[in-house]
């Protein structure tokens, strides 16, 4: 008798940090809203009061708004993920600087994490060229 056995690799948090140049209420509109996320994170993004379906190549990706901050985070879970597992986008700002930097929040598994790594860094640069940065 043969087992199908599939070990699930456990998942783990990483944090990705990029400096942006924009107004805070600007970069937490393309965070927070469909039209701001269908500019540069999906191809399309469809809401209903706290479900979020994002698009891409005419596949849907069901996720549910967890929590914002208004001007503060965003976070999203994946609605096949668990409860503790999520994608967050933080805003923080240096009073005395100005600078702002976007600090993203993921799980995935260590065999993921430099593609998942390289498919954030991709869509930020998205975001800073429809921000005009």
Known sequence: ????TT???EKIKIEMEYPIRSSIK?????LSTAGGLAEWFAD????????????WDNQSHPAELVSQKYLKYVRFRWKDMPDDQY???KITSEELSGDTTLIIT???TETEKNGFISL???QINDLKRILGT
Request: net charge negative; glycine share 0%; charged share 25%.
């Open 1 to 4: 008798m043969l087992l199908n």
């Open 7 to 9: 070990i699930m690799e």
């Open 26 to 30: 600007i970069l937490y509109d393309r």
């Open 44 to 55: 399309d993004v469809l809401v209903n009061n706290n479900e979020f379906d994002f698009v």
């Open 87 to 89: 994608f967050e986008f």
């Open 106 to 108: 993921d799980f995935v």
């Open 120 to 122: 954030w860094e991709s």
